[in-house]
């Protein structure tokens, strides 16, 4: 087996579980490491698929000839650049309804999980949410705090009915002054 002492690798996060903390990190002179919350730095506390990560890599205690990472950094995700960029422009995005929780909605977002609360999916209030499971929906992002992101698609639909308005206003003559 390698010795890997005093090393530093970079790979890309391959898979991460949220809930069981736990996933994988693609090298390839290491081959799958293994990636938990616990051995993670300070600042790197969720991980998400093709984050690009340096590492130091330990022999695994628990299966011969597998390495786990520690004192894991962020280095960056070009999809969390993109949704980054989509916030600063006040752009819109699409993104998949994945599941659903107490709170609201999951979605994913260019393989990033992003959430979309309850009081943010649409304009009026729904019994059950899980009518958008498995459905594209539009949304703004508003906001992102620590590698949470959260998501608005109810503010999309009052632009959308706010331009409606504006736009039948004009054309009936509303607010156009008259000499």
């Known amino acids: 087996m390698k010795n890997t002492a005093n090393e530093t690798y970079t ?12 996933g994988g990190i693609s090298h390839a002179e290491l081959g799958d490491v293994f990636l938990h919350q616990s051995k993670m730095g300070d600042i790197y506390k969720v991980a998400h698929k093709n984050d690009l990560v340096s590492f130091e890599a330990i022999p695994s205690t628990r299966k ?7 004192n894991v950094k962020f280095i960056e995700n070009e999809n969390l650049n993109i949704i980054i ?15 659903m929780n ?22 009026y209030e729904f019994n059950s ?7 594209e929906l ?24 706010n331009a ?14 008259v000499s």
């Open 11 to 22: 790979g890309r996060v391959i898979f991460y579980n949220k809930n069981k903390g736990f």
């Open 102 to 123: 107490a709170g609201g909605l999951l979605l994913d977002v260019l393989g990033i999980e992003v959430f979309l609360p309850k009081s943010e999916v649409d304009v």
């Open 85 to 99: 960029n989509a916030f600063a422009q006040k752009e819109n995005m699409k993104g998949k309804v994945l599941t």
């Open 129 to 135: 949410y899980s009518i958008f499971l498995g459905k």
């Open 138 to 161: 539009e949304f703004k992002i508003i906001g992102i705090d620590e590698r949470s992101i959260i998501a608005s698609r109810k503010v999309v639909l009052e632009e959308e009915e």
């Open 164 to 177: 409606i308005k504006k736009s039948h206003q004009e054309s009936v003559g509303i607010n156009k002054v």
């Open 64 to 70: 011969h000839g597998v390495f786990e990472a520690i």
